[in-house]
């Protein structure tokens, strides 16, 4: 119905639809404008600004409670069996007697707590804010448009998101607790798992997950399609390709990624739980024997094949989860070097170029299978040739800062910082490339530390930069600077302390789903700085929690300042791209003036100019046209 | 046909002519529900209502009187493992006492010797009157046409299962869009109108264009 009613290019309907049909660029911002109610405004809206700030909030409150479960699990694995202190008291009365008795964590609740670890993280967190936040709230406002293509299918997908996330938070309460087979429910594990007298048939913790996953999908699948449509279709008069900010690139490559990465891992979920609630065998091979007992089913089906199907989303999901914040901290690097970013052109098609890349690598993530030679080596290759265009793309940003007059403020102290944790994160993923080195690194702690330096200190970092960036347009206020500083230096810290020592835990064979953190097991024993690889799991945890306290900061901050922060004017950061010429916080429609864009978007320093930044509805003036004829090509971009 | 009939009511629609819309509607919602009915009242039930059973490998010679496997062979067809048909003592599924099945043999297995009986028939052929007696311990794995039963029935069901709920999903848009309200948005809008009920028929195009593909795999192949 949503998306049968809102192609509609006639608002004609004037009570319901009002405005929330984007008039075609050039007609001017939404005239007329029928006031709505509160529940509309602001629950149920079809305003992307509004639909943006609603997936911010969900996404950084399951940011922060996917981090908990975490900093649940580093008790465990740095003091293991031993009773969780205060907490542990409460924890059995919210998730159930079973979990912790005696404020002991059984290991079902651990693997539940990984499992759902991962997925909050991913899909609940990471992507609702990096792509549909910040996508919905800043791309239609960078390319000029009064609002997405389609608000009610916008709409639609914030609603199926939030279905999903309450049948995730859901499945943690009925019998058995959430999922318990990994973040990647690998069969025939899952398939199995969560059966039996103790369960409930269907609401049990692994079919639950699945079944938000369906939904957490098709509200993904929603928004691409939307994104997609809106960067092609509304971008403002004069705004070409090569025009377009950066992070626009990187959202629109991202929707790509989203839209034809996800429809198999639907496909391959709805098989699941068919394989689980009608007992047939998609994922379970022929003679299946489950505790010494052979399994009543028909068999035929191939674990190896749910593999290929997750890892054809999860990898292209990996670039969904990077993609944005490059996007984010190229914005703030060319804004705050007050420079123009360096080899705009060659970043914008080593975007495209991962984009096609990223669905040709996904079985990297499979060495162990057995796949076959063959096989690997056509996915070693083509993982290595994705570190081409990435390599490139840092590179640029190394240069961009390179002669710029620098502002250290908050945005940028996290855009910096992203760099070098991305790079570190990017490095050593290169060993985890060979099909050998892999071989023994595979489900260790270092593939642990090597994706959390992508995803924590590289992609939330990038967030937390757009988060201080973009939100003097979303409230008219800015963020308090100390305290932004107060959050920023030992979250940059912490997140070093806890993921640098994995690299060593895991060289020293640490496996990563161990669940007394090493105690029982014989580590090839040697020591680093004095501490065996068990014991760096106490250093760790206790950087994890003064991560967590660090983030005090961050939330008080953030809440405060919508009503205390200080007052700025609409282009704080004297920025160029299009949303700066919006008003702060943007109205109904978004711009007074329907912008057109003269230039490219980042014109800063500009020679000849009385300020150093010029924005992208500035016409060229007479002057300026001769002396650009003999001006570097870049500048035009 | 019930995509014919749409488009014929987005284009009296377009023609302004509402009565004939609301009859073109109403044949295509019809449409929908007689497909679905003899999804869930006809097809599905008469598979549930089947049972199959595969014979150990070491007990086909002595179910050859079934099985027909030298006449099989002979015709280079591949071996038969299963003997189907309606299952009289149905408490045999479950009942651990009861020592064997009793199976209202399905043609291929009343007279598998029969040339007729070589290829699978597109039309339902109804189990016979003649009784099999099929020995638990000889089986492999016996249960009822459910998904579980085997790779075709598992593919078969989750199929037609996702196009049934397709065709659910646009049958249900559908009959909003014929109910009264419908016609006040056409009193306040006629051209709104025509366009849901464009949108709504090219999901119905599609989902039409999935069951031209889904039955040949299904029903023909």
Known sequence: MDASASL???????????????????????????????????????????????????????????????????????????????????????????????????SEFY??????????????????????????????????????????????????????????????????????????????????????????????????????????????????????????????????????????????????????????????????????????????????????????????????????????????????????????????????????????????????????????????????????????????????????????????????????????????????????????????????????????????????????????????????????????????????????????????????????????????????RWYDGGQGWTLSGEHIWGLSGFQWNSPISWAAWIMGLAQIPFIINFFWSIKHGKKVNDNPWEATTLEWTAPSPPPHGNFIVTPVAYRGPYEYSLPGRERDFTMQNEPVEATERTRRKTAEPVLVG | MSSVTVVLAWAALKMRKYRAYWWYMLATILCGVIFLTVKLVYEWPQKFEHFGAYIKPEALEKYELYLGNKHAAEKGLPPRLEISGHLHNRQALTDPNIKEYEVGLDPVNADPTNPAMDRPHFFYVPPTEKIGKIEKADVERATMFLPTHSAYFASYFTITGLHGMHVLGGVLVFIYMWLPVSKKLYQHNPEHLANRVEVAGLFWHFVDLVWIFVFPLFYLL
Not at chain 1, 234 to 252: H, N
């Open chain 1, 8 to 106: 509609e290019t006639h608002g004609q309907d004037r009570h319901q639809h009002e405005g929330e049909h984007p008039p075609s660029p050039g007609s001017g911002a939404a005239g007329e404008h029928h006031e709505l109610g509160w529940w509309r405004k602001y629950i149920f809206s079809t305003d992307h600004k509004v639909i943006g700030i609603q997936y911010g909030l969900c996404g950084l409150v399951f940011l922060f409670f996917g981090f908990s479960l975490m900093m649940l699990m580093r008790w465990q694995l740095a003091y293991p069996g031993q009773a969780l202190p205060v907490l542990g008291k409460w924890l059995p009365y919210v998730f159930g007697p079973n979990t912790m008795p005696d404020g002991k964590m059984t």
């Open chain 1, 111 to 512: 693997n539940s707590l990984g499992a759902m670890h991962g997925t909050i993280m991913i899909f609940m967190g990471v992507v609702p804010v990096a792509f549909a936040a910040f996508g919905n709230f800043v791309v239609p406002l960078q390319i000029g448009a009064p609002d997405m293509t389609f608000p009610k299918v916008n709409a639609a997908s914030f609603w199926a998101f939030g279905v999903g996330g309450i049948i995730m938070l859901v499945s943690f309460f009925v019998p058995g607790g959430a999922a318990k087979s990994g973040w990647t429910s690998y069969t025939p594990l899952a398939a199995i798992a969560d059966k039996g007298d103790a369960y409930h048939p269907f609401f049990n913790g692994t079919t639950l997950w699945l079944v938000g996953f369906i939904f957490l999908i098709s509200s993904s699948l929603l928004g691409a399609i939307n994104f997609i449509t809106t960067i092609i279709q509304l971008r403002a008069k004069g705004l070409t390709w090569m025009r377009l900010p950066f992070f626009v690139w990187t959202q629109f490559v991202t929707a790509f990624l989203l839209l034809l990465a996800f429809p198999p891992l639907e496909a391959a979920i709805v098989m699941q739980i068919m394989d689980r609630v009608a007992a047939t065998s998609f994922f379970l091979p022929t003679g299946l024997v489950v505790n010494g007992a052979a399994l009543h089913i028909s068999g035929g089906g191939s674990p190896i094949l749910w593999q290929h199907l997750f890892w054809f989303l999860g990898h292209p999901e990996v670039y969904v989860l990077i993609l944005p914040a490059f996007g984010i901290v190229a914005e703030i690097l060319a804004n705050n070097s007050r420079k123009p970013l360096w080899g705009y052109k060659s970043i914008v098609f080593s975007v495209l170029v991962i984009g096609f890349l990223s669905f040709v690598v996904w079985a990297h993530h499979m060495w162990l299978t057995g796949m076959g030679s063959t096989v690997s080596a056509f996915f070693q290759t083509t993982t290595l040739l994705i570190s081409i265009p990435s390599v490139i793309i840092l590179s640029a940003f190394f240069i961009s800062l390179w002669g710029g007059s620098i502002r250290f403020n908050v945005p940028m102290l996290f855009a910096t910082a992203f760099l070098p944790m991305f790079g570190i994160g990017g490095l050593t993923g290169i060993p985890l490339a060979f099909n050998s080195a892999d071989l023994y690194l595979h489900d260790t702690y270092y593939i642990i530390a090597h994706f959390h330096y992508i995803v924590a200190p590289g992609t939330i970092f990038g967030l937390f930069a757009g988060i201080y960036y973009w939100y003097p347009k979303a409230t008219g206020r800015i963020m308090n600077e100390f305290w932004g500083k107060v959050h920023f230096w030992p979250s940059l810290i912490c997140m070093n302390v806890i993921f640098l020592p994995m690299f060593l835990q895991g060289m020293l064979g640490m496996h990563r």
